[in-house]
């Protein structure tokens, strides 16, 4: 049982990856940033049914992916995965509820536009505050949280899928 809920896992961690980087051709230039609200909305998804650490994973592997193909830039790496485990550990060890998708905005603007103005902007050479990037990632994050709420709420009406079954990985 265990080694079929890695597969599981490791499936879904495929999956939401994809479809974040399929997703990604909705996004809007904002200076040197592209914002891309479906990979919050994945985020948030990600991170009630794979839980914090797979879907960091697949917010890496789309940064990574989204880099590679020139659909995303270096910031996709701090402002995407933070969010993803800040969701899935508020979901899978205090609070399980799906409005726990609403708390993406903190992983995405309070740490990943931190790490953004902080860590990559200056190794980038590139001179942006932190209120820029706070600014430009809650503009992607807040319809994000929204979209990937609603996608939960649609999903567990689904009579053949169970998201319980995965357990963050736990």
């Not at 230039?29 to 891309?36: A, D, E, H, L, S």
């Not at 009630?48 to 830039?73: D, K």
Request: aromatic share 14%; glycine share 10%.
């Amino acid at each position: 049982m265990k080694k079929n809920n890695s597969i599981r896992l490791l499936t879904f961690t495929a999956l939401f990856t994809a479809l974040a980087v399929l997703g990604s051709f909705i996004h809007f230039p904002i200076g040197p940033v592209k914002v891309f609200p479906f990979q919050h909305a994945i985020n948030v998804v990600a991170g009630i049914i794979i839980g914090p650490w797979y879907g960091m994973i697949a917010a890496f592997l789309t940064a990574l992916v989204r880099l590679m193909l020139g659909t995303g830039t270096i910031f996709a790496f701090p402002g995407g995965i933070p969010g993803a485990f800040v969701v899935g550990v508020l979901y899978h060890y205090c609070i399980r509820r799906d409005w726990v998708g609403f708390f993406e905005p903190i992983g995405t603007v309070l740490i990943g536009a931190t790490l953004s103005a902080y860590l990559v902007a200056p190794w980038k050479e590139m001179p942006v505050t932190l209120s820029f990037f706070q600014i430009s990632f809650l503009m992607s994050c807040l319809p994000g949280s929204i979209i990937g709420f609603l996608l939960i709420k649609v999903i567990r009406k689904l009579p053949w899928f169970h998201i319980e079954i995965l357990n963050g990985g736990e």
